[in-house]
């Protein structure tokens, strides 16, 4: 079954539902193969809803929903519920706990995002515990129960039966809290129930023109040559029916013929106009070419002479001369004669008579500061005047027994260091 099927199905079975038509509601959800927990939760809400409720046959779908489905709450706690009403409270209790596990300690569960508009709570359960303990002996429990449930309370209307129940303390007088039965069925979507009717977006086609004047039909070309056979072509349907040769010979009315260039007509020279014509008829068009003008020389004003020129040369003003810069004043430029007088007013320099040296100050200096450099036959050169003096010879070192004595021999110069070239 698809799935077109399914919500078509789905969506009259509750419209039947709430106009109170149950059976055959019950009998449009049977029709669904391979309903789901939601479809199975609507059969048994709808044996329950009846003008004579059917508990077993209740239970039986509630209990397929939950083998469906074993997380669907509301399942349990409706299951539980009708157990209550047969006065079966051991089956009843254990869905009502079963329905707290579910839960999963949230205080209730909001379906109306899967289609069914009700909210179970904590405390509806609660209570609904309590009734069962109550009827099983169980005062103490049914106490607790109680408690719990004024500690959760969300609704205001359970909120009255349980401030009841806490003031018949510690026998309490319970009742128990029911689902609005009428109220809890899963519907579906209602954007999936409005996609599911045809529309027709194009319209119904229209015939604008035709070929054969005779056609009259209204509709798509395919549609008629579906309906139509084509190999066997109806004779008696001469109107309608088109042969090759007539196609042509429509074709060729229709078009109309080539147009043909007209021959010139000899006898009509006034349109006809030949070559030598044309050429007469572009130098008469054409413009002269320009002459240049000469001068008369009658007319003086327009034209000059060299006399005349020279005249006109020699009577306009000159151009105008630019003035000479004006002389330096005094104050900022200074002549050469008062540079000079400025010279000789500046007193010369004090002179001071150069310091006089002992007698024995430049031999002293000689040979102390002076570089010597040893001559020809032992004679010192100096850079000074002096006369030369022999050098005396070098006495021997003493030789001594039994030592050695180390003379130090001269080395001889180093070689100068190479000179490198640098490349450029």
């Not at 929903?65 to 409706?78: C, E, G, N, R």
Request: aromatic share 6%.
């Amino acid at each position: 079954m698809s799935l077109k099927e399914i919500l078509t199905t789905w969506n009259e079975a509750i419209i039947r539902f709430e106009s109170g038509r149950y059976e055959e509601a019950v009998e449009k959800f049977r029709q669904i193969t391979d309903p789901s927990a939601k479809i199975l939760f609507n059969i048994g809400v709808t044996y329950l809803t009846g003008a004579v409720a059917s508990y077993d046959q209740a239970l039986k779908w509630f209990s397929d929903a939950i083998t469906k489905d074993p997380y669907l709450a509301v399942a349990h706690f409706q299951r539980g519920c009708t157990y209550l009403k047969l006065k079966r409270y051991r089956e009843a209790e254990t869905d009502f706990r079963s329905t707290l596990d579910k839960m999963r300690g949230s205080n209730l569960i909001d379906y109306r995002q899967l289609g069914l508009p009700i909210k179970l709570y904590t405390s509806q359960v609660l209570m609904n515990l309590a009734v069962t303990l109550q009827s099983q002996s169980d005062s103490q429990g049914a106490c607790e129960c109680v408690q719990k449930a004024s500690r959760l309370v969300k609704d205001p209307q359970h909120e009255r039966t349980i401030i009841a129940a806490l003031s018949s303390l510690p026998t309490p007088n319970l009742s128990m809290l029911e689902l609005p039965v009428k109220e809890s069925v899963f519907r579906p979507s209602k954007s999936l129930v409005a996609n599911l009717q045809k529309k027709d977006f194009l319209g119904q086609a229209k015939v604008v023109s035709s070929i054969s004047p005779h056609d009259k039909f209204v509709g798509f070309e395919g549609a008629r040559k579906c309906h139509s056979n084509p190999a066997s072509p109806n004779p008696s349907r001469k109107s309608d029916h088109l042969s090759v040769d007539n196609i042509k010979a429509m074709k060729g009315s229709l078009t109309p013929p080539p147009p043909t260039r007209a021959a010139p007509n000899p006898s009509r020279n006034s349109n006809h106009i030949s070559v030598k014509d044309i050429k007469a008829m572009k130098l008469s068009l054409t413009p002269p070419p320009p002459t240049r003008r000469v001068p008369n020389p009658s007319c003086k004003s327009d034209y000059h002479s060299v006399d005349n020129i020279k005249a006109m040369k020699e009577s306009t003003p000159p151009p105008p001369t630019r003035p000479p810069p004006n002389p330096p004043s005094t104050s900022d430029h200074h002549s050469v004669n008062s540079d000079k007088a400025m010279k000789e007013s500046i007193p010369p320099p004090p002179s001071r008579p150069p310091p006089a040296l002992p007698p024995d100050a430049n031999k002293d200096f000689n040979s102390k500061y002076l570089k010597t450099s040893s001559g020809l036959n032992g004679h010192i050169r100096s850079s000074s005047d002096e006369r030369s003096r022999p050098i005396p010879p070098r006495c021997a070192p003493p030789v001594l027994k039994n030592e050695t004595v180390s003379v130090k021999r001269d080395k001889p110069p180093r070689p100068p260091p190479p000179v490198l070239k640098r490349r450029v």
